[in-house]
């Protein structure tokens, strides 16, 4: 089993930034690939960012070029961030942490774990 435990989230204004932490435990060697998903009210869960075990990443077409994702090993550190700037109204959401393994050569192909969300607020 993995635990994942986000914080970070808030509100804050249309253009300002946040930054997301997930704390990951537990058997860790299991999974290969973390990552950041998002779900607005009346939508569908939707991918945002994702890393691979070895730093490759994938964004959301929404979010590239404002959103960064980021993988902290060291140190027996387990951690994945989300660093987002230039926050828009419509990234108002929970942010959910990810956690699973590479499939066909898909990062995060199969997601094994969620975190329990943190709400992202941006006012306009």
């Known amino acids: 089993q993995v635990q994942l435990v986000e914080s970070g989230g808030g509100l804050v204004q249309a253009g300002g930034s946040l930054r997301l932490s997930c704390a990951a435990s537990?058997?860790?060697?299991?999974?290969?690939?973390m990552g950041w998903y998002r779900q607005a009210p009346g939508n569908q869960r939707e991918l945002v960012a994702k890393?691979?075990?070895?730093?490759?990443?994938?964004?959301a077409g929404s979010v590239k070029g404002r959103f960064t994702i980021s993988r902290d090993n060291a140190n027996a550190k387990n951690m994945v961030y989300l660093q987002m700037n230039s926050l828009k109204f419509e990234d108002t959401a929970v942010y959910y942490c990810?956690?699973?393994?590479?499939?066909?050569?898909?990062?995060?192909?199969?997601?094994?774990?969620w975190g329990q969300g943190t709400q992202v607020t941006v006012s306009s």
């Open positions: 890393i691979s075990n070895g730093g490759r990443t994938i964004y």
């Open positions: 537990g058997s860790i060697s299991t999974i290969n690939g």
């Open positions: 990810a956690a699973g393994r590479e499939r066909f050569g898909i990062i995060l192909g199969t997601v094994d774990y």
